[in-house]
């Protein structure tokens, strides 16, 4: 069962793409492999998905507000969006349940600070 809304999804869904590109700089990945660098141009500024920066950190924002006031939430949303903390972070039997709790959780945040 795929948590709703689904737009709140899709936002979640990109955070956690943009957290993994981060996760690889940080490990000293690189963007682009070594003979291809300077075939292609890539650019970070396209937004292919339809959503606007300011709904992309409103998300971001949202996280974090579960980070830091609903724990549990933002475990449940951490392990089924970013799998690679899954080793950090337990599994809990309430976990489909916190984590569609969570999705709506953001989606209201988001709303209340875009709308």
């Known amino acids: 069962m795929r948590p709703e809304p689904a737009w709140a999804v899709e936002l979640l869904d990109s955070w956690s793409r943009a957290d993994w590109r981060d996760t690889e700089t940080q490990l000293g990945m690189p963007s682009v492999s070594g003979p291809f660098r300077g075939m292609l141009e890539i650019s970070t500024d396209i937004d292919v998905t ?61 709303d209340k600070n875009l709308g």
């Open 50 to 110: 339809g959503y606007s920066s300011a709904e992309v950190q409103a998300v971001a924002a949202a996280v974090e507000y579960l980070h830091q006031h609903h724990v549990d939430h933002y475990r449940a949303i951490s392990r089924h969006f970013r799998p690679w903390s899954k080793r950090q972070l337990s599994a809990d039997d309430n976990d489909a349940r916190l984590l569609a709790e969570a999705v709506l959780m953001v989606a209201e945040f988001v």
